[in-house]
Nanobody, 126 residues
Framework: QVQLVESGGGLVQAGGSLRLSCAAS????????MGWFRQAPGKEREFVAA????????YYADSVKGRFTISRNNAKNTLYLQMNSLKPEDTAVYYC???????????????????WGQGTQVTVSS
């Protein structure tokens, strides 16, 4: 079992930065692939980034590549998402998710993840 709690969301102007954190409880965090997803009002949940259990493999949606960086600290049971050069279209609720079944990779499909946090709101003003 993994319990996930996101934090770090807020209101920021376009071009600004935010760092999201996802604190995990449970022993399976360090052996799980992790992902970030987001969902804007009226839209489906979409993939943002993913990272393998060791941090050696990372994956990004084209829309955030070069602007966002996913990382993890297994000693602290924490996942991060550094978001730079934010755009109004990045506005959404951001969720972290854990996939203990496929630790070597990071899926871009929500169905690939077993555990989810409650989400944190990110709002980017123009």
């Amino acid at each position: 079992q993994v319990q996930l709690v996101e934090s770090g969301g807020g209101l920021v102007q376009a071009g600004g930065s935010l760092r999201l954190s996802c604190a995990a409880s449970g022993r399976t965090f360090s052996s799980s692939a992790m992902g970030w997803f987001r969902q804007a009002p009226g839209k489906e949940r979409e993939f943002v980034a993913a990272i393998s259990w060791s941090g050696g493999n990372t994956y990004y949606a084209d829309s955030v590549k070069g602007r966002f960086t996913i990382s993890r600290n297994n000693a602290k049971n924490t996942l991060y998402l550094q978001m730079n050069s934010l755009k109004p279209e990045d506005t959404a609720v951001y969720y972290c998710a854990a996939d203990p079944r496929h630790p070597l990779y990071g899926s871009s499909w929500p169905e690939g993840y077993d555990y989810w946090g409650q989400g944190t709101q990110v709002t980017v003003s123009s």
